[in-house]
């Protein structure tokens, strides 16, 4: 059997995926009655995928590559030029491994210590009158954590500066205009910032421990024994403290759902038969932010009778797979307890890619956000008291990321 991959019909679909945002490739999915369709976006024949066997297919080596598939606009804001997302074989392999080395036990238990530090430390500071975003706040103090695990030295009086920087990086990629230009100034400014400090490290201006991310991706070698030049290890720096800072994402989201679904917030308080993580992979799996992942194929193949061209840029929908009917009852519920005896395979929940970590693209910082997420719920329900004042809630689906529009205002806080 051999046949043609369903169309979209019509013109470019461009200003569809910017207007229909996370649900651009749900709806057509739903309005085709199909987990693989092509499209046209940015003048460019696309094909998108959905689903667990869509996500499979998408990350096979053999039939996809990275490189020459994220557009230019999120190369030059979010991701950086150089950095192991355009990656493929062997010398991806040995980059990936830079960053999966960093995920061990003792990362998770200190990383999770500093969140609650500094957390606590943030709101003695903040004095208990004051209304603060959850949102804004979360920034401030994952990027205090990201930096001390990480070994960059952080000032101060520089901290919301960098904030701005660092957090214009991943709301900058999908806006128009003024907005994705700021993206492009931030990330200038932040690749300058990290490759100076590369620079200091390698001449040992600033003294900072062996076990440090700083210390290793400055002394860093690709895969033919050449030291990472300062670009590209500033790129990778900036690989572990950007997207740690857009945990804060996730944190809004927290609470928003603490205030959708109140009685999911109570279960959270020391109860025995509920588990946090239920409730934050369920926050990972119902709400959106990263949209979709991008690759090429890279060989004419068929697959369910459908025939791929090589060099066919291709979608994964991240947000519509883990609403998927084949592996999620009652998708468009906010049920915690689904994660209760779950059973996860590589392609089935995938807010943050899926596939190998070690030699595919999978998200390397999946583990750490799932710690960051949880030592913030902890944090929220089980140290603080605090009031939710009136304010809007909503948010758009063509927002990305997608953030509550107040960013989640608290405010009456009291340490429990
Ligand atoms: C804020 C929550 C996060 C989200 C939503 C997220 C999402 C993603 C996604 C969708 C990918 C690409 C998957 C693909 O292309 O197939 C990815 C890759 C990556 N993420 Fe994350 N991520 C998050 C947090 C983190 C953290 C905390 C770190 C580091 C500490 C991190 C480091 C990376 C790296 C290095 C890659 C590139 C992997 C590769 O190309 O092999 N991410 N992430």
């Not at 996370?22 to 959905?50: A, P």
């Not at 809007?392 to 205002?409: H, M, Q, R, S, T």
């Amino acid at each position: 059997m051999s046949g043609e991959i369903p169309k979209d019909e019509g013109l470019d679909k461009t200003l569809s995926v910017l207007k229909e945002g996370y649900e651009f490739i749900l709806n057509r999915k739903e309005d085709l009655n199909t987990d693989v369709f092509e499209t046209r976006i940015l003048g460019e024949k696309t094909i998108c995928l959905t689903g667990s066997e869509g996500a499979e297919l998408f990350y096979d080596n053999d039939r996809f590559r990275r490189s020459d598939a994220a557009p230019r606009r999120v190369e030059k804001t979010l991701f950086g030029e150089g950095g192991v997302q355009g990656l493929d074989g062997a010398e991806h392999h040995h980059r990936k491994a830079m960053f999966m080395t960093l995920m061990d036990d003792d990362s998770m238990m200190e990383i999770d210590r500093l969140m609650r530090k500094y957390w606590r430390r943030y709101f003695e500071a903040a004095g208990s009158l004051e209304t603060i975003e959850l949102y804004e706040a979360a920034k401030i103090v994952i990027l205090r954590t990201a930096c001390e695990w990480t070994g960059v030295p952080l000032r101060e009086e520089e901290i919301e500066e960098r904030a701005r920087q660092i957090s214009d990086l991943f709301e900058s990629p999908a806006a128009l205009g003024v907005q994705h230009w700021k993206g492009r100034i931030s990330r200038s400014k932040a690749n300058e910032w990290m490759e100076e400090v590369i620079e200091d490290v390698r001449k040992e201006k600033i003294s900072v421990d062996e076990d440090r991310a700083v210390f290793a991706f400055s002394r860093a070698r690709d895969e033919k024994g050449e030291l990472l030049d300062k670009k590209t290890a500033a790129v990778e720096m900036l690989n572990l403290i950007r997207p740690m800072t857009a945990v804060s994402v996730w944190v809004a989201m927290i609470g928003l759902a603490m205030h959708e679904f109140p009685r999911e917030k109570e279960k959270l308080k020391r109860t025995e038969h509920y588990k946090i993580e239920w409730f934050i992979q369920e926050v990972r799996r119902y709400y959106p932010f990263f949209p979709f992942a991008v690759a090429r194929t890279d060989a004419d193949f068929k697959w369910k009778g459908y025939e791929f061209k090589e060099g066919t840029l291709t979608l994964l929908d991240l947000y519509g797979t883990n609403r998927h009917p084949a592996d999620w009852i009652r998708p468009e519920e906010f049920m915690p307890e689904r994660f209760r005896g779950w059973q996860q395979t590589p392609f089935n929940f995938i807010p943050q890619g899926g596939g190998s970590y070690d030699f595919g693209h999978r998200c390397a910082g999946e583990f750490i956000t799932i710690v960051m997420m949880k030592a913030t719920v902890d944090f929220l329900v089980n140290e603080m008291d605090y009031d939710v004042p009136e304010q809007d809630f909503g948010f758009e689906f063509n927002d990305i990321p997608a953030v509550p529009n107040d960013k989640v205002k608290i405010n009456n806080y009291r340490f429990q």
